[in-house]
């Protein structure tokens, strides 16, 4: 990590020492939002008015369709061609229960066959 000196104008330090200059000023509780649980890598720090500021880099949310993770779990064993006996033996539950969730997940995805599911998780990096 390293701490950032002052610079000429225009120098990405200084335009990141102004945006939270302005930041606080025009926050009402003069605080910047907390980012939560989101941070990856802190690229640079700033202190601004005795208060320390950091320019980071946010991880990008692996993407799940709102499925539930045992929805994906299903459909990811659909896409390695295994029958829904054999996913439901795997899985400790009945024939019926794994047909209930692909219906589910069919339904939040707008679609009609295992081929179609298989092919969007595919396209959204799921499987």
Do not use: C, N
């Amino acid at each position: 990590m390293r701490t950032m000196a002052p610079r000429a104008p225009g120098t990405p330090e200084t335009m990141l020492r102004e945006l939270a200059r302005m930041s606080v000023q025009t926050s009402p509780s003069r605080q910047l939002p907390h980012p939560g649980g989101l941070l990856q890598e802190v690229l640079a720090e700033v202190d601004v008015e005795g208060t320390t500021y950091r320019l980071s880099r946010l991880r990008q949310r692996p993407r799940t369709l709102d499925l539930t993770p045992r929805e994906l779990e299903i459909a990811r064993l659909v896409a390695k061609g295994l029958p829904t006996k054999a996913i439901g033996a795997m899985l400790g539950i009945s024939g019926w229960t794994v047909l209930t969730h692909l219906r589910r997940v069919f339904a939040r995805l707008s679609l009609h066959s295992r081929t179609a599911m298989v092919k969007r998780l595919s396209d959204e990096g799921l499987l």
